[in-house]
């Protein structure tokens, strides 16, 4: 089954200490991305690679890291997490470099608390 | 002005009603379209693609002005299960600008 997993699901913690949400793929797709969505705003997109070694910043890149080793792993880091990145993560993946051409699939979602 | 705005909602409508939602986008560049749904705290997931002037999928129809620059998406004989949130998704080109409108919520009742 074709599968885009993401773990913490749920994850409450404090202020400054580091932590990584991992997002991993079964599809062999080439794109993967991470968003955020807070309430009243759309998905704001963090980062997003095109391929292994391939990253850039989105729109909100601000106090996050990714890292693209592996085709199918794509974690999203928080070096020092602070309470403004309370939000509800999604990964997405997409099978060519275009997301416009290709159906964007999502992870179940990551609901971050920081305190 | 927004890149993408919908109306938050809630609308509210029974069983079997027609109901249709707008969508505006300010990038006269986009070129293709997407309607994604979201139920509550779960993923979104593709409802409807548009890269001419429309689509039609059974109960679900999309339709493009792009004089006016704005989509919507008419959806007939609403059901129980219809009940989620609405992303309109416009796209303008490269590898990020997939552009997430807020959405539009929608709950059918009986």
């Known amino acids: 089954e074709a599968q885009v997993t993401q773990n913490p699901r749920y994850l409450i913690t404090v202020t400054g200490k580091k932590l990584t949400v991992t997002c991993s793929q079964n599809?062999?797709?080439?794109?993967m991305s991470w968003y955020r969505q807070d309430p009243g705003l759309g998905l704001r997109q963090i980062y997003y690679?095109?391929?292994?070694?391939?990253?850039d910043k989105g729109d909100v890149p601000e106090g996050y890291k990714v890292s693209r080793k592996e085709k199918r792993n794509f974690p999203l880091i928080l070096e020092s997490p602070s309470p403004n990145q309370t939000s509800l993560y999604f990964c997405?993946?997409?099978?060519?470099?275009?997301?416009?051409?290709?159906?964007?699939?999502f992870g179940a979602g990551s609901r971050l608390t920081v305190l | 002005r927004k890149e993408v705005e919908q109306d938050p909602g809630p609308f509210n409508v029974p069983e079997g009603a027609t109901v249709a939602f707008n969508c505006t986008y300010s990038?006269?560049?986009?070129?293709?379209f997407f309607w994604y749904r979201q139920d509550c705290r779960k993923e979104p997931k593709l409802l409807m693609s548009?890269?001419?002037s429309g689509n039609e999928d059974g109960r679900f129809t999309a339709q493009l002005n792009r004089a006016s620059q704005y989509i919507s998406l008419l959806i007939r004989d609403s059901k129980l299960s219809d009940s989620a949130t609405y992303l309109c998704?416009?796209?303008?080109?490269?590898?990020?600008?997939?552009?997430f409108g807020a959405g539009t919520r929608l709950a059918v009742h009986p």
């Open positions: 990038n006269s560049a986009s070129q293709s």
């Open positions: 548009v890269y001419s």
């Open positions: 690679s095109m391929n292994v070694e391939v990253t």
């Open positions: 997405a993946t997409s099978r060519s470099g275009s997301p416009g051409a290709n159906v964007l699939t």
């Open positions: 599809m062999n797709h080439e794109y």
């Open positions: 998704v416009p796209y303008s080109g490269g590898y990020n600008k997939l552009i």
